[in-house]
């Protein structure tokens, strides 16, 4: 059974607003490293944000640079929902947009970038920015 469901996509035009929602309350996932990764037909899949577990002391963020300022990762109390509200939306930003639950709590620089630094994914939720 999949345990990581993604929410929030849609179809918006540029400059609006759109939030996803992770849902990974699982014991397979809670208190992991978890990312939001794109992707789009014929191009390699690349991450977009990451947040770590607020079980170590403090959920520490990375951002790529092409959403650095329009992007913001966080998520809640209990830490069984992720979010990424996204502001100033492009064309650009279109994509297939995955939820992905690492295998250790801390995100951290060089580990976070790479696909095999996670063991569970989503089905994606698609999110399309028209002009």
């Known amino acids: 059974q999949v345990p990581l469901v993604e929410t929030g996509g849609g179809s918006v035009r540029a400059g609006e607003s759109l939030r996803l929602a992770c849902i990974h309350s699982?014991?397979?996932?809670?208190?992991?490293?978890v990312a939001w990764w794109r992707q789009v037909a014929g191009k390699e899949r690349e991450g977009v944000a990451a947040?770590?577990?607020?079980?170590?002391?403090?959920?520490?963020?990375f951002y790529a640079d092409a959403v650095k300022g329009r992007f913001t990762i966080s998520q809640d109390a209990t830490q069984s929902t992720v979010y990424l509200q996204m502001d100033g939306l492009k064309t650009e930003d279109t994509a297939m947009y995955f939820c992905?639950?690492?295998?250790?709590?801390?995100?951290?620089?060089?580990?976070?970038?790479?696909?095999?630094?996670?063991?569970?994914w989503g089905q994606g939720t698609q999110v399309t920015v028209s002009s």
């Open positions: 992905a639950a690492g295998l250790r709590t801390y995100c951290a620089d060089g580990y976070w970038e790479q696909t095999f630094s996670y063991k569970y």
């Open positions: 699982s014991s397979s996932t809670n208190n992991k490293c």
């Open positions: 947040i770590s577990s607020q079980s170590i002391g403090e959920g520490r963020t």
